[in-house]
């Protein structure tokens, strides 16, 4: 179910709250150029500057506007273990296909602290769950032995997004797993090299920009022609690079505020890219033929 192209989505404000309307739009628009699978609420959702209400929201709008195309794996992590409980099981009453559920942040659990968030989570719900392993944002690292004692002992893990940019992970993960284990990239540049050890996907943060021409590079690797993939990732690495000149989901944003989905607005303690960023981003947008040279001027 969980494979290819799969859009960590931002989530649209305006005035200070939720687009909702925008949102709609973005997730319709990114089902028809092609994308596998959306992802809200995620760290690229801006979930930290979300309450409680807003995220729910965000999870219900991207389901009903999904209409179950494609799936939708709703960012339910938290580092309460009874808040993340309270999430995923409201993603599952609202129609998420699974959740993505981040390692603990800051509280920096133990690997058995681990095991008993995602045991607890597990057996809270009954969808699939994808692991969320990013120690640069949680500080925290699940290891390859406990990733497979989850995936083993709890019925509901179903995989990993791997953040880690460690291209030895999925292997490892692979024989500490198994074949059935799926694993997905959550870094762009690297997908190439991920899906090459045994990936079946990414989510990524550049296909809010370029669906179509993210969701093209995964279906090259899913059909095996690395050839061409690598023609296609030659093109798409400045966009990969440019989505991260500044903090995540910033470049992001305001690259779709530039194709018309919605404003740049960012909650603080983010703050929109700068000048400079700005320039960046459209000079690469411009590049790949989704700006106009007029309107990056």
Not at 83 to 102: F, M, P, T
Request: hydrophobic share 40%.
């Amino acid at each position: 179910m969980f494979k290819g192209a799969i859009t960590a989505l931002i989530t649209p404000f305006r005035n200070g709250k939720l687009d909702e309307a925008g949102l709609a739009r973005l997730v319709d628009w990114q089902i028809t150029e092609g994308i596998h699978g959306l992802v809200p609420v995620g760290t690229t959702g801006e979930s930290p500057t979300l309450d409680f209400d807003e995220h729910k929201k965000v999870i219900d709008i991207t389901v009903q506007a999904a209409k179950k195309r494609v799936p939708v794996i709703a960012g339910t992590g938290s580092n309460s273990t009874d808040e993340a409980v309270e999430l995923s099981q409201y993603a599952e009453k609202a129609g998420s296909d699974a959740v993505l559920v981040v390692t603990p942040y800051y509280n920096k659990p133990s690997q058995e602290g681990l095991y008993q968030h995602f045991k607890a989570i597990n057996d809270a719900i009954n969808i699939p769950i994808l692991i969320y392993n990013i120690p640069g944002r949680s500080v925290v690292d699940m290891s390859v032995a406990t990733m497979a004692r989850c995936f083993k002992e709890l019925k509901n893990v179903a995989g990993v997004k791997d953040a880690t940019a460690n291209l030895a992970r999925p292997s490892l993960q692979r024989a500490a797993c198994g074949p059935d284990f799926c694993q997905l990239s959550g870094e762009d540049a690297t997908a190439l090299g991920f899906m090459a050890h045994g990936g079946r996907g990414v989510i990524s943060v550049a296909s809010n920009v370029a669906p179509r021409l993210v969701a093209d590079l995964q279906n090259l690797l899913l059909a095996g022609d690395y050839k061409k993939a690598l023609a296609l990732q030659d093109r798409l690495m400045p966009l990969f690079d440019v989505m991260f000149c500044e903090t995540n989901p910033g470049p992001a944003k305001y690259a779709v505020s530039r194709l018309g989905f919605c404003t740049e607005d960012m909650r603080l303690p983010m703050v929109p890219v700068t000048p400079d960023g700005k320039k960046a981003i459209d000079a690469v947008l411009t590049s790949l033929g989704l700006l106009g040279a007029k309107a990056a001027e």
